[in-house]
T-cell receptor, first 108, second 116 residues
Framework: AQRVTQPEKLLSVFKGAPVELKCNYSYSGSPELFWYVQYSRQRLQLLLRHISRESIKGFTADLNKGETSFHLKKPFAQEEDSAMYYCALKAGANNLFFGTGTRLTVIP | DTGVSQDPRHKITKRGQNVTFRCDPISEHNRLYWYRQTLGQGPEFLTYFQNEAQLEKSRLLSDRFSAERPKGSFSTLEIQRTEQGDSAMYLC??????????????FGPGTRLTVL
């Protein structure tokens, strides 16, 4: 069965500090991983996907199949990064399995 | 078309009543998904459509739940004989079919259901 684990419900960092949001997954097939973000009073939106290997808003995430992880990283956190972050796994053709989310607070 | 829309945004109902929610996807998107999100949890998949065909349903979708997409455009999700455990945010998403960035799921604002 597929599972996505985000071990931290809350994470606080100071502005300018590095940030890492952890995500581990369990899936027997070839995974497709995503990070979604939800800013205050906004809808859920895609931040990045592992197959794109891109950096969005300074965030990157590398799929590590050996450790079954897809941690989200940013070297210098900004106040506008404060939001709820969800890691998601696309298992099979279509539906997404989400983790429970991590609320990131960047302290000025 | 500015994105996925959902109506109503909030619904308060009494236990045992029926409720219906509507989702309007991005116009060119042929796939439509329903998710449910309870407090402290991530969204959980309920069901998805490709055009008008309902192709997959989660075990979470009990027989009190029914979803339709009659013309392959908007979709409705109906909950019959609501229970307090049905209280949640109901999210709709849409995407194009296929793989890659074109199949990105775009989410609506959600309908928050409260069952008293």
């Amino acid at each position: 069965a597929q599972r996505v684990t985000q071990p931290e419900k809350l994470l606080s960092v100071f502005k300018g500090a590095p940030v890492e949001l952890k995500c581990n997954y369990s899936y027997s097939g070839s995974p497709e991983l995503f990070w979604y973000v939800q800013y205050s009073r906004q809808r859920l939106q895609l931040l990045l996907r592992h197959i794109s290997r891109e950096s969005i808003k300074g965030f990157t995430a590398d799929l590590n199949k050996g450790e079954t992880s897809f941690h989200l990283k940013k070297p210098f956190a900004q106040e506008e990064d404060s939001a709820m972050y969800y890691c998601a796994l696309k298992a099979g053709a279509n539906n997404l399995f989400f983790g429970t989310g991590t609320r990131l607070t960047v302290i000025p | 078309d500015t994105g996925v829309s959902q109506d109503p945004r909030h619904k308060i109902t009494k236990r045992g009543q029926n409720v219906t929610f509507r989702c309007d996807p991005i116009s060119e998107h042929n796939r439509l998904y329903w998710y449910r999100q309870t407090l402290g949890q991530g969204p959980e998949f309920l069901t998805y459509f490709q055009n008008e065909a309902q192709l997959e349903k989660s075990r979470l979708l009990s027989d009190r739940f029914s979803a339709e997409r009659p013309k392959g455009s908007f979709s409705t999700l109906e909950i019959q004989r609501t229970e307090q455990g049905d209280s949640a945010m109901y999210l709709c998403a849409s995407s194009l079919s296929g793989t890659g960035s074109g199949a990105t799921q775009y989410f609506g604002p959600g309908t928050r259901l409260t069952v008293l």
